[in-house]
C-alpha cells in the first residue's frame, strides 16, 4: 500500500491517503511535544518504537474483542489504519494518581485508586483539552448516549487487559490516553497506545518509563521507550 498525499499532521504523527478512500497510512515521527506543543523536542527512533509498540498492543486489544483502526504495520515507521472520524474527546484513565489529577486536586503523585477513574478532555489544543463531564459530552452533541457507552465500556476493558499484559512485564500501567473514532457506523479504537500516550513505571523501582521523561527534561527517553519495547517484545 503506497502513500499517496499528505492528509494531517499532528504533533507526532502524519497522515496519508491511501487508493483505499477507507485507509490511511499512520506516519510515526521522532517529534516530541508537551505542554500543548510549547515544549518541543526529538527522541530519536520514537516514532519507529511507538509503531512496534502500538502493533502489538493493537493485536492484542483486537483478540480481546476490543476493535481498533489497526490493519497491518507497512515498514519501520508507517502502519495502515482504518480511516475513522475522530471523537473529540480524549480519553483518560487512570490507576494512580499523576500528571493532571495530581495537579487538579492537590493531591500526591503515586496514590493507588480504588478504582479506575475515567476522565473526558475536550481535544482542542488551545484550549490545553479541558476536562469536561458526560453532560458537555451529550448536551454539545460530542458523542450520542451510545457511543459514550461504548467508549466508557472499550476504555475500561483496554484498562483491564492493559494492566494486566504490563504488570506480566514488570510494568505498572499508571494511566493513559485514548482516542475513539467512527468507522462505518462503529466506534473504534484509533490513534496510538505507546510511552507517549501512557504512563508507565517499572514494578520494583518505580522509575518512569515514559513521555514524563521528556515533559520533566529527566534523560534517557530513548533509553526508557527501547526499555519498553524489549520487555513487551521479550528482547
Ligand atoms: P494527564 O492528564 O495526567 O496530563 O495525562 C494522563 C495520561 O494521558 C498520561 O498518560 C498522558 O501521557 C496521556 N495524555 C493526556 N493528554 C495527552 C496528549 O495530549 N498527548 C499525549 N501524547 N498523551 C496525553
Given at each position: 500500500?503506497?502513500k499517496?498525499?499528505?492528509i494531517?499532521?499532528?504533533?507526532?504523527?502524519?497522515?496519508?491517503?491511501?487508493?483505499?478512500?477507507?485507509?490511511?497510512?499512520?506516519?510515526f515521527?521522532d517529534?516530541?511535544?508537551?505542554?500543548?506543543?510549547?515544549?518541543?523536542?526529538?527522541?530519536?527512533?520514537?516514532?519507529?518504537?511507538?509503531?512496534?509498540?502500538?502493533?502489538?498492543?493493537?493485536?492484542?486489544?483486537?483478540?480481546?474483542?476490543?476493535?481498533?483502526?489497526?490493519?497491518?504495520?507497512?515498514?519501520?515507521?508507517?502502519?495502515?489504519?482504518k480511516?475513522?472520524?475522530?471523537?473529540?474527546?480524549?480519553?483518560?484513565?487512570?490507576?494512580?494518581?499523576?500528571?493532571?489529577?495530581?495537579?487538579?486536586?492537590?493531591?500526591?503523585?503515586?496514590?493507588?485508586?480504588?478504582?479506575?477513574?475515567?476522565?473526558?478532555?475536550?481535544?482542542?489544543?488551545?484550549?490545553?483539552?479541558?476536562l469536561?463531564?458526560?453532560?458537555?459530552?451529550?448536551?454539545?452533541?460530542?458523542?450520542?448516549?451510545?457511543?459514550?457507552?461504548t467508549i466508557?465500556?472499550?476504555?475500561?476493558?483496554?484498562?483491564?487487559?492493559?494492566?494486566?499484559?504490563?504488570?506480566?512485564?514488570?510494568?505498572?500501567?499508571?494511566?493513559?490516553k485514548?482516542?475513539?473514532?467512527?468507522?462505518?457506523?462503529?466506534?473504534?479504537?484509533?490513534?496510538?497506545?505507546?510511552?507517549?500516550?501512557?504512563?508507565?513505571?517499572?514494578?520494583?523501582?518505580?522509575?518512569?518509563?515514559?513521555?514524563?521523561?521528556?515533559?520533566?527534561?529527566?534523560?534517557?527517553v530513548?533509553?526508557?521507550?527501547?526499555?519498553?519495547?524489549?520487555r513487551?517484545?521479550?528482547?
Amino acid at each position: 500500500m503506497e502513500k499517496i498525499k499528505q492528509i494531517y499532521e499532528g504533533k507526532a504523527k502524519k497522515l496519508f491517503s491511501t487508493d483505499n478512500p477507507d485507509l490511511v497510512i499512520q506516519e510515526f515521527k521522532d517529534d516530541a511535544t508537551a505542554f500543548d506543543a510549547t515544549k518541543r523536542g526529538t527522541v530519536l527512533n520514537k516514532g519507529i518504537i511507538n509503531n512496534k509498540l502500538s502493533e502489538k498492543i493493537f493485536e492484542l486489544l483486537a483478540k480481546k474483542g476490543v476493535p481498533t483502526h489497526f490493519v497491518k504495520r507497512l515498514n519501520d515507521r508507517d502502519m495502515l489504519v482504518k480511516k475513522v472520524e475522530i471523537v473529540p474527546i480524549e480519553m483518560t484513565v487512570r490507576n494512580i494518581v499523576a500528571g493532571g489529577m495530581a495537579k487538579l486536586l492537590g493531591l500526591e503523585e503515586g496514590i493507588v485508586l480504588k478504582e479506575p477513574v475515567l476522565e473526558y478532555h475536550y481535544k482542542e489544543d488551545k484550549l490545553h483539552d479541558p476536562l469536561i463531564n458526560e453532560y458537555h459530552v451529550k448536551a454539545l452533541g460530542i458523542a450520542t448516549d451510545k457511543e459514550l457507552e461504548t467508549i466508557d465500556k472499550y476504555s475500561l476493558k483496554v484498562n483491564e487487559e492493559l494492566k494486566k499484559f504490563f504488570d506480566s512485564k514488570g510494568i505498572i500501567l499508571v494511566d493513559f490516553k485514548l482516542e475513539f473514532g467512527r468507522f462505518k457506523g462503529q466506534i473504534i479504537l484509533a490513534d496510538e497506545i505507546s510511552p507517549d500516550t501512557c504512563r508507565l513505571w517499572d514494578k520494583t523501582t518505580k522509575e518512569k518509563l515514559d513521555k514524563d521523561r521528556f515533559r520533566r527534561d529527566m534523560g534517557n527517553v530513548e533509553e526508557a521507550y527501547q526499555e519498553v519495547l524489549r520487555r513487551i517484545m521479550d528482547i
